[in-house]
């Protein structure tokens, strides 16, 4: 048995086109999406994460503004750059690109950003929709996952979903959708003990811990849903994900692929939150309006 690939390009490109309708729509309305992305210093991941993410509001046609700032900046300047993000008309979605230099408090500049427009899905009050089942702007890359899961049409309700990674931005808000969706859902990390018992049991085995093909055939379960959330280069300098890919894919049942799983999902979510985010702002503003 060799296991199905889900592709998230594809699953990514037809999300992408139901997109592209909703931003027509808006825009058939007088309202123009618009993102802003802060990027704070140099580092060569993040200013191509930023790239991809102005390029692809440019083919949805949504407004992008990219600003790009010194890392010497200081936190209170960062502080009233996020502040007038919030106040400008313009701008339905805000994102600080992570990590920020030490000398900036990540914690309080996403609690500076409005709930409304974190796009990123990391502020406190989303955070806490998302544990009640409330509607929310959720995480990007784990709505990806879900997103993926659900495109293979198979039901989630009941399954076993471990997750290994307990990170804010993955590990911990995943479990925590699927959860929402009636899964049992048990989290494992570096202290977890016996940790290959744990993910053989899995239905749904989501890995997001940063090693290099980490995860070999002695930690699937045979016919098992393995997402790899990983993003690493081998010692060929290829990329790779958490998972031993070429022998893992022999006995799961569904397996991403990396690169080209959960990557293009991220990006893809992002853009749903900011479609999502514009359609919310201008129906509040709307409603205040008439009133």
């Not at 749904?204 to 699937?220: E, R, S």
Request: hydrophobic fraction near 40%; include cysteine.
């Amino acid at each position: 048995m060799v296991a199905a690939l889900i592709n998230g390009k594809e699953v990514s490109i037809s999300i992408r086109e139901e997109l592209k309708q909703g931003v027509t729509e808006l825009r058939n309305q007088g309202v123009i999406p618009g993102l802003a992305v802060v990027l704070v210093g140099e580092d060569s991941a993040s200013r191509t994460y930023v790239n991809s993410k102005h390029k692809a509001c440019n083919e949805l046609g949504m407004y992008s503004e990219v600003i790009e700032l010194e890392d010497t900046i200081t936190e209170d300047e960062l502080l009233t750059i996020v502040k007038r993000l919030n106040d400008d008309q313009q701008i339905h979605g805000i994102l600080v690109q992570l990590p920020l230099p030490k000398h900036i408090s990540e914690t309080k500049v996403i609690e500076t950003i409005s709930p409304l427009k974190d796009v990123d899905g990391f502020h406190p009050i989303n955070i806490g929709r998302m544990m009640t089942n409330q509607d929310a702007l959720l995480p990007c890359t784990p709505f990806g996952i879900l997103k993926l899961i659900e495109n293979i049409n198979i039901p989630i309700n009941g399954k076993h979903v471990v997750v290994i990674g307990r990170s804010n931005i993955v590990g911990k808000p995943v479990g925590q959708l699927f959860l929402n969706e009636n899964a049992t859902v048990t989290y494992t990390h570096s202290h977890t003990t016996d940790l290959k018992n744990i993910t053989k049991q899995a239905d749904i085995l989501i890995v997001a811990i940063g090693v290099a093909k980490l995860i070999t055939t002695d930690f699937v379960k045979e016919g098992a849903i393995v997402i790899d959330v990983g993003m690493n280069r081998d010692e060929n300098g290829k990329l790779c994900g958490d998972v031993d890919f070429e022998n893992v894919k022999n006995i799961a049942g569904h397996i991403t692929p990396v690169p080209g799983g959960v990557g293009p999902m991220t990006i893809t979510m992002l853009l749903h939150n900011t479609l999502k985010a514009a359609s919310q702002i201008e129906h509040k503003y709307n409603l205040s309006m008439k009133l």
